[in-house]
């Protein structure tokens, strides 16, 4: 439990005090209910299709955290990415399987790689398949088109 | 048995010729490829690997036993085993292991690289480990890049080995667990320490993947040594372990496991090269594990000679497609055909006497035994009675052709169900020799023998309706090969009623005729899997769906 402490204490040390890696990153971060809840609100990175939006992800650390990854979610129909699957919001992410994910890194550390990931999608490991194939195509036209798309509807 | 030795001779005779005029006819290069094929099986197995000795123990050790054996227990196994060396294919290499015996060769090749690397036995065991055991592939990649290769293994180049291990208990505040108490700790080199319980719940989830554990906070490797340190005992034997089992599963070409329920064995075929050869003669690789489990190394099935991996696997689903259609057929009881009691089959032997009327008939066919027991045993014989009519298959009559077929197959299977059960009396009968009539334990050995000879030849007579099934009726070979499966059938029966007979003292008195009988299965088994072969191989048998 205490590791979840010091992890709110960073957290909302590091939102208040403005940070430079998180702060671009990050609108918002807090604890739902108790600790082991939290939501995230991060911020389309610039240069990209997500760019001007912002995006709610859903974090809940299992008991064996930190041993185990945190389970990580984007909200449900809200994000067309090719690692998420749009239905779900599951994300494909190697850090968050239970044999890369090491114990040093924190929450901090995850929203940070999928920010990185928004930033460069790996279309050889798809959950949405028509945008990887656009990408693998490299139609940036209909990529930006395609997610648009589905972020104004 | 004289009489019967001559007419198995002549037998043979016919098939070399037959075989020879048609590999002149249509094949002029098969002959000349058998010849060299002799030849190959000509050298001793044993003059080969001299510079790895560590790579042939089973091999030597296998047929050593087999001579023990011969010469000691069962006189007549020397003649076949001339006959043996004789065969066509090259002798198998393999050896059973454990995983442990299979990191134990690891840590000698180690041993053998350390003045290549100059570096310690536990570093060039995470080199190995991150190679997959590969020494080849590391040797390459260590002449090209060094330095480099160390620091992606997580290995500590800066030659300083300061701060690595556990330290003793002191207050310390851990950033994995958050907690502020007195405990040891653990950091390698590059100083990112954390408290013990937390690296041993870290390591203990790992131990499984079969990889390299590193930092918590970076790649620098934790060798065995640190391991074992951090976990007590030797906790790194678990590591290494698992390490070996994706090693198997990568080389599963040259690696199996044993198929048979908790059996530990792992296989290790050497020479692949011999098994394009045993495909081309249509032969299939069969292995037998240190515990005794013998199972096919291509398909990982039973043994399943005469037929080849091709044509077992068509088999089997097509039985497995079927068996709806057929198991009515195939009932486990069946009525006397005289007073129509209903009889079960308790032992191997197709030889019935009804309890209650004491007709003597063919589980079979049905039919008097009398035309059965000393004449040609009519029931391993499809007969085609259609033949002269030239009327295309209909599906029924297809159908009724598998059932003869697969019907003759589940007979020998069960057969050889209730042969294994008589096997488990055979080791009392051994004792009941020693304790009753003071016969000595190794004397007493013909009767396992006996049996072991009784399971191979119904295993090779079981498979062998596989064979028939998908060979060309109307080739002259196939009638060879029925021929064939008459006469073992007749010779495994025989011997098979031999083993049902309980007192010890018919049993030694009966003893010649153990062995001779047991021989003649022997050889007439060896002589249905060869004819078999031959079949696969000239194209006469195929499988097809």
Same mark, same amino acid.
């Given at each position: 439990?205490? $590791?979840?402490?010091?992890?709110?204490?960073?957290?909302?040390?590091?939102?208040? =005090?403005?940070? !430079?890696?998180?702060?671009?990153?990050?609108?918002?971060? =807090?604890?739902? =209910?108790?600790?082991? $809840?939290?939501?995230?609100?991060? $911020?389309?990175?610039?240069?990209?299709?997500?760019?001007?939006?912002?995006?709610?992800?859903?974090?809940?650390?299992?008991? !064996?955290?930190?041993?185990?990854?945190?389970?990580?979610?984007? =909200?449900?129909?809200?994000?067309?990415?090719?690692?998420?699957?749009? $239905?779900?919001?599951?994300?494909?992410?190697?850090?968050?399987?239970?044999?890369?994910?090491?114990?040093?890194?924190?929450?901090?550390?995850?929203?940070?790689?999928?920010?990185?990931?928004?930033?460069?999608?790996?279309?050889?490991?798809?959950?949405?398949?028509?945008?990887?194939?656009?990408?693998?195509?490299?139609?940036?036209?209909?990529?930006?088109?395609?997610?648009?798309?589905?972020?104004?509807? | 048995?004289?009489?019967?030795?001559?007419?198995?001779?002549?037998?043979?005779?016919?098939?070399?010729?037959?075989?020879?005029?048609?590999?002149?006819?249509?094949?002029?290069?098969?002959?000349?490829?058998?010849?060299?094929?002799?030849?190959?099986?000509?050298?001793?197995?044993?003059?080969?690997?001299?510079?790895?000795?560590?790579?042939?123990?089973?091999?030597?050790?296998?047929?050593?036993?087999?001579?023990?054996?011969?010469?000691?227990?069962?006189?007549?196994?020397?003649?076949?085993?001339?006959?043996?060396?004789?065969?066509?294919?090259?002798?198998?290499?393999?050896?059973?292991?454990?995983?442990? +015996?299979?990191?134990?060769?690891?840590?000698?090749?180690? &041993?053998?690289?350390?003045?290549?690397?100059?570096?310690?036995?536990?570093?060039?065991?995470?080199?190995?480990?991150?190679?997959?055991?590969?020494?080849?592939?590391?040797?390459?990649?260590?002449?090209?890049?060094?330095?480099?290769?160390?620091?992606?293994?997580?290995?500590?180049?800066?030659?300083?080995?300061?701060?690595?291990?556990?330290?003793?208990?002191?207050?310390?505040?851990?950033?994995?667990?958050?907690?502020?108490?007195?405990?040891?700790?653990?950091?390698?080199?590059?100083?990112?320490?954390?408290?013990?319980?937390?690296?041993? &719940?870290?390591?203990?989830?790992?131990? @499984?993947?079969?990889?390299?554990?590193?930092?918590?906070?970076?790649?620098?490797?934790?060798?065995? +040594?640190?391991?074992?340190?951090?976990?007590?005992?030797?906790?790194?034997?678990?590591?290494?372990?698992?390490?070996?089992?994706?090693?198997?599963?990568?080389?599963?070409?040259?690696?199996?496991?044993?198929?048979?329920?908790?059996?530990?064995?792992?296989?290790?075929?050497?020479?692949?090269?011999?098994?394009?050869?045993?495909?081309?003669?249509?032969?299939?690789?069969?292995?037998?594990?240190?515990?005794?489990?013998?199972?096919?190394?291509?398909?990982?099935? +039973?043994?399943?000679?005469?037929?080849?991996?091709?044509?077992?696997?068509?088999?089997?689903?097509?039985?497995?497609?079927?068996? +709806?259609?057929?198991?009515?057929?195939?009932?486990? %009881?069946?009525?006397?055909?005289?007073?129509?009691?209903?009889?079960?089959?308790?032992?191997?032997? @197709? &030889?019935?006497?009804?309890?209650?009327?004491?007709?003597?008939?063919?589980?079979?066919?049905?039919?008097?035994?009398?035309?059965?027991?000393?004449?040609?045993?009519?029931?391993?014989?499809?007969?085609? /009675?259609?033949? @002269?009519?030239?009327?295309?298959? %209909?599906?029924?009559?297809?159908?009724? *052709?598998?059932?003869?077929?697969?019907?003759?197959?589940?007979?020998?299977?069960?057969?050889?169900?209730?042969?294994?059960?008589?096997?488990?009396?055979?080791?009392?009968?051994?004792?009941?020799?020693? /304790?009753?009539?003071?016969?000595?334990?190794?004397?007493?050995?013909?009767? %396992?023998?006996?049996?072991?000879?009784?399971?191979?030849? *119904?295993?090779?007579?079981?498979?062998?309706?596989?064979?028939?099934?998908?060979?060309?009726?109307?080739?002259?070979?196939?009638?060879?090969?029925?021929?064939?499966?008459?006469?073992?059938?007749?010779?495994?029966?025989?011997?098979?009623?031999?083993?049902?007979?309980?007192?010890?003292?018919?049993?030694?008195?009966?003893?010649?005729?153990?062995?001779?009988?047991?021989?003649?299965?022997?050889?007439?088994?060896?002589?249905?899997?060869?004819?078999?072969?031959?079949?696969? *191989?000239?194209?006469?048998?195929?499988?097809?769906?």
């Amino acid at each position: 439990m205490s $590791r979840a402490a010091k992890e709110y204490k960073t957290i909302t040390k590091v939102l208040k =005090e403005g940070d !430079e890696v998180y702060s671009q990153l990050i609108v918002g971060m =807090e604890p739902k =209910e108790d600790l082991t $809840r939290w939501e995230a609100l991060i $911020r389309g990175p610039s240069g990209t299709p997500y760019e001007g939006c912002n995006f709610r992800l859903h974090l809940s650390l299992p008991q !064996e955290y930190p041993m185990s990854p945190p389970y990580v979610k984007f =909200e449900p129909y809200a994000m067309p990415h090719a690692n998420v699957d749009f $239905r779900t919001g599951e994300i494909c992410l190697d850090i968050l399987t239970k044999q890369h994910w090491s114990p040093a890194w924190d929450l901090l550390h995850v929203v940070q790689a999928i920010g990185q990931l928004l930033d460069e999608p790996v279309s050889s490991s798809p959950l949405n398949v028509d945008i990887a194939n656009i990408l693998k195509a490299n139609d940036m036209n209909a990529y930006y088109g395609l997610v648009h798309y589905y972020i104004k509807s | 048995m004289t009489d019967l030795e001559s007419d198995d001779s002549l037998l043979l005779e016919f098939e070399d010729d037959d075989s020879e005029s048609i590999s002149n006819i249509d094949a002029p290069t098969d002959s000349k490829a058998t010849h060299l094929d002799s030849d190959f099986a000509n050298i001793p197995p044993h003059n080969v690997d001299t510079d790895d000795s560590e790579f042939d123990i089973d091999e030597s050790q296998f047929s050593e036993d087999d001579l023990e054996d011969d010469y000691l227990v069962f006189p007549i196994k020397k003649t076949t085993k001339d006959l043996l060396d004789e065969d066509s294919l090259p002798s198998l290499k393999y050896e059973c292991l454990t995983t442990q +015996e299979i990191f134990d060769s690891m840590k000698r090749r180690v &041993h053998h690289l350390q003045p290549v690397f100059s570096l310690p036995p536990q570093d060039i065991l995470i080199l190995m480990q991150r190679y997959d055991w590969n020494e080849e592939r590391l040797l390459e990649e260590w002449t090209e890049k060094m330095d480099n290769l160390l620091i992606e293994s997580g290995l500590n180049t800066s030659g300083e080995s300061d701060g690595r291990g556990v330290k003793n208990g002191k207050e310390f505040f851990c950033p994995i667990c958050c907690e502020e108490i007195l405990t040891e700790t653990f950091s390698l080199e590059c100083g990112h320490e954390y408290c013990i319980d937390c690296y041993r &719940h870290y390591i203990k989830d790992r131990l @499984n993947h079969g990889k390299i554990i590193t930092c918590m906070d970076c790649s620098l490797a934790l060798k065995n +040594e640190d391991i074992d340190q951090i976990m007590g005992g030797a906790s790194s034997v678990k590591l290494m372990d698992s390490s070996i089992k994706s090693f198997i599963r990568k080389h599963s070409n040259s690696y199996k496991w044993c198929p048979y329920t908790d059996c530990k064995c792992i296989i290790h075929l050497k020479d692949t090269l011999s098994l394009q050869e045993y495909s081309r003669l249509h032969a299939s690789r069969f292995v037998t594990c240190s515990m005794g489990h013998s199972f096919c190394f291509g398909c990982g099935f +039973e043994i399943h000679a005469p037929a080849d991996c091709r044509v077992t696997d068509q088999w089997v689903k097509k039985a497995r497609l079927e068996c +709806e259609n057929l198991n009515w057929v195939l009932s486990h %009881t069946k009525e006397c055909p005289r007073c129509s009691v209903n009889i079960e089959k308790n032992g191997g032997c @197709n &030889h019935m006497v009804c309890s209650s009327c004491r007709h003597e008939f063919c589980w079979i066919c049905g039919g008097d035994w009398a035309p059965h027991g000393s004449s040609f045993y009519q029931c391993a014989i499809y007969k085609n /009675e259609d033949k @002269n009519k030239l009327v295309a298959d %209909t599906p029924k009559k297809t159908l009724r *052709r598998y059932a003869f077929f697969y019907k003759m197959f589940t007979e020998h299977e069960v057969s050889a169900k209730l042969d294994w059960k008589l096997g488990e009396t055979v080791g009392f009968k051994v004792k009941g020799l020693q /304790e009753k009539i003071g016969v000595s334990w190794i004397e007493g050995q013909f009767l %396992t023998e006996s049996l072991k000879t009784l399971n191979e030849g *119904r295993t090779a007579l079981k498979w062998s309706f596989a064979v028939a099934y998908y060979s060309d009726p109307s080739h002259n070979l196939t009638k060879i090969f029925i021929d064939n499966q008459g006469l073992l059938s007749n010779a495994v029966e025989s011997l098979s009623e031999l083993l049902q007979i309980k007192s010890p003292e018919v049993i030694m008195k009966r003893r010649t005729e153990f062995y001779n009988k047991a021989g003649y299965v022997k050889n007439r088994t060896k002589a249905l899997l060869e004819c078999g072969r031959d079949l696969l *191989r000239k194209g006469i048998s195929k499988a097809r769906e």
